[in-house]
């Protein structure tokens, strides 16, 4: 299956999902989300506390383009009116599995999230987007042996 097909089918999952999830207002609340859906958080600056460091974002200097970008992508998300609705918050690839076209399981449901559903779409599609480039640049970048390795 092409690159395309599989994209569409992975972008369709999430949507499947919060159709058939019960309303964000019927279930106990789910808060606060992970750290990377982590944008309405409390704390000082423009990034969440991490869950996989124990390091203030904020207080690292970091390429002024990419502070910029959180910023506006920060304040974007905190402006939204939409409703929240419940969905995956960490829809990554290998938290599915497929029977042919149709997601047979869905895995890692600790991240189960109650946002607008632009936030729940948006972060399966980065991590999608990441997992592409990732593999281009493998595939681009020669391997370097080891020195003293065969």
Same mark, same amino acid.
């Given at each position: ?51 996989? #460091? ?23 998300? #905190? ?35 109650? #946002? ?16 592409? #480039? ?17």
């Amino acid at each position: 299956m092409c690159t395309v097909a599989r994209a569409r089918l992975f972008a369709g999952a999430p949507a499947r999902l919060v159709s058939l999830a019960p309303p964000a207002g019927a279930v106990s609340p789910l808060d606060p989300p992970p750290p990377w859906l982590g944008w309405g958080h409390d704390r000082r600056g423009v990034w969440p506390w991490p869950d996989d #460091l124990d390091a203030d974002l904020n207080a690292r200097p970091g390429p002024g383009r990419l502070d910029d970008l959180g910023r506006r992508v920060r304040e974007r998300l #905190l402006a939204t009116r939409l409703e929240p609705v419940v969905g995956h918050g960490d829809f990554e690839s290998q938290n599915v599995r497929w029977i042919g076209d149709e997601p047979y399981a869905v895995h890692d449901w600790d991240s189960v999230v109650a #946002l607008p559903e632009p936030a729940i779409a948006g972060a399966a599609a980065a991590d999608r987007h990441l997992r592409l #480039l990732r593999r281009r640049l493998r595939q681009r970048t020669p391997h370097r042996r080891l020195p003293g390795r065969a």
